[in-house]
């Protein structure tokens, strides 16, 4: 009953949350633009988890978004339908009420069996594809990147043509994080970014957020602080642009035509990183403009 009470406490948004919110919003808001949140290694079921469900929830009634991107350890533990209740579809059942699709990635914890939970939108496959205006976007599945896998990669980005081209998947290819960078994957995953014009890399795995400096004209997110988090489990270095593990957070993203603009911000509310990125139109990499 405790627990309960207190998620009840956590999804009501009262009008000053919601004016506290747009005050703080640092997007665009344009007509017809692709809006996305971005959340990473949330599924614990825990208070953290609904805290930073309760502050996505008030930042959408200022910004309202289509649709999630998910990077992997969406459920951890058992996946019991109880379990799925109370590690997904409880904390964010205001957004799922107002249709906000969940597009799920599978992580190092996550049974392979949830790419049949329909809410996750995984259509029964390890990895898949989805198209919003302009945007394409490519699902992985970074624990088991077979020959398969990466031919069908390279498939769908060679179809996927010009717009942006936004792959995400749990394990990050760059990260200063202490388990590191997935060298392997990068060495097989980056070469086919590159010479498909991959411009941004969403993943998670690491209780941080990070975003790393353009790597070969790439920008590479990791946004896996969505419920746990390691504390100070950054090491900025000569690749690092912004480096934060102090709390819990998720992302926003809005795609206005050739520009990408991103916020950053904490369960508690607050911005910790937010820019531009342009794509690019001759071969030099644009940099982000804060």
Do not use: C
Request: charge should be positive; glycine fraction near 8%.
């Amino acid at each position: 009953m405790a627990r309960r009470a207190v998620v009840a406490g956590l999804l009501l948004a009262g009008s000053p949350a919601v004016l506290a919110a747009q005050d703080q919003l640092t997007l665009p808001l344009r007509e017809n633009s692709v809006r996305f949140a971005v959340i990473g290694d949330a599924g614990t079921g825990e208070r953290e988890q609904y805290e930073v469900a309760h502050q996505i929830w008030r930042y959408y009634q200022a910004f309202p978004f289509t649709f999630a991107i998910m990077l992997g350890d969406n459920v951890y533990g058992p996946e019991r339908p109880q379990d799925l209740l109370r590690k997904f579809e409880r904390p964010y059942q205001p957004l799922l009420d107002a249709k906000v699709e969940f597009y799920a990635a599978l992580g190092n914890h996550d049974d392979p069996n949830q790419r049949f939970y329909k809410p996750f939108h995984l259509d029964g496959k390890r990895y898949r594809s989805f198209k919003k205006e302009n945007a394409t976007f490519l699902v992985l599945d970074s624990n088991y990147l077979d020959p398969e896998q990466v031919k069908w990669l390279e498939d769908e980005l060679k179809a996927a043509g010009g717009g942006w081209k936004i792959p995400y998947f749990h394990h990050p290819l760059y990260t200063t994080a202490r388990r590191g960078p997935e060298l392997e994957l990068r060495e097989i995953l980056e070469p086919l970014f590159l010479k498909y014009g991959v411009e941004v890399v969403f993943s998670g795995h690491e209780h941080i957020y990070e975003r790393m400096k353009p790597q070969k004209g790439i920008h590479y997110f990791t946004a896996g602080g969505s419920a746990k988090l390691r504390r100070g489990d950054t090491r900025p270095n000569g690749v690092t642009e912004v480096g934060y593990a102090a709390d819990r957070t998720f992302m926003l993203v809005e795609i206005v035509g050739d520009t990408l603009h991103f916020q950053t911000v904490t369960r508690t509310g607050k911005t910790v990183d937010q820019g531009i990125i342009k794509r690019r139109v001759t071969g030099k990499p644009a940099p982000v403009a804060h």
